[in-house]
């Protein structure tokens, strides 16, 4: 059985870093790609970012674009998020999701528990 | 971006109804089109991906169709653990993006 565990959320000052861990079980790692989606409160879905089973290709929402960095150590079987710059706006909770390709292109469909981000001073 | 629109907003309905949800997109996504069940306070859950095919382990009852840019979720027989927010998402194109939500409740 497929599990994904998420942690590392907490609250934030506006401007400050945090980064988000995913810990796998159940699955080759590897050979999945992985997303991250976030959920403001009272809000939907957003999608964040995503990254290939090696670690080579990652793709960026603009709103967070240059602000943060998704990785992976396959080692470890684990997916990160680094945020840095943090604003009001990046306040959610944040999935991690496995994304198989299928018929070349990304989707989700185990997904984590979620650990919330709250940005505030 | 392609902009997810889907309708209606919310809905209600009894146990035993056929519930239908639609999904539109802003272009055509071909078929890369997936739907989510999520539960207040818990993470969302996969459904279908590729507008028709139903995740494993999930009952028959969900079903899906459509292609290019409407695309519908079905519900054949609302059970009483179906009362949740659907979300529709493409993934044909960068940024993958989401529906509002349609918001299922109990009539």
């Known amino acids: 059985e497929v599990q994904l565990l998420e942690s590392g959320g907490g609250l934030v000052q506006p401007g400050g870093s945090l980064r988000l861990s995913c810990a796998a079980s159940g699955l080759t790692f590897n050979n999945y790609a992985m997303s991250w989606v976030r959920q403001a409160p009272g809000k939907g879905l957003e999608w964040v970012s995503d990254?290939?089973?090696?670690?080579?290709?990652?793709n960026y929402a603009d709103s967070v674009k240059g602000r943060f960095t998704i990785s992976r150590d396959n080692s470890k079987n684990t997916l990160f998020l680094q945020m840095n710059s943090l604003t009001a706006e990046d306040t959610a909770v944040y999935y991690c999701t496995k994304s198989p390709r299928i018929n070349g292109y990304l989707c989700h469909d185990n997904w984590g528990q979620g650990t919330l981000v709250t940005v505030s001073s | 971006d392609i902009q997810m629109t889907q309708s209606p907003s919310s809905l209600s309905a009894s146990v035993g109804d056929r519930v239908t949800i639609t999904c539109r997109a802003s272009?055509?996504?071909?078929?890369?089109l997936a739907w989510f069940q999520q539960k207040p306070d818990k993470a969302p859950k996969s459904l279908i991906y590729?507008?028709?095919s139903l995740q494993s382990g999930i009952p028959s009852r969900f079903s899906g169709s459509g292609s290019g840019t409407d695309f519908t979720l079905t519900i054949s027989s609302l059970q009483p653990e179906d009362f949740a927010t659907y979300y529709c998402q493409q993934y044909n194109s960068y940024p993958p993006t989401f529906g509002q939500g349609t918001k299922v409740e109990m009539k």
């Open positions: 590729d507008a028709s």
């Open positions: 990254i290939s089973g090696s670690g080579d290709r990652t």
């Open positions: 272009q055509a996504v071909k078929t890369h």
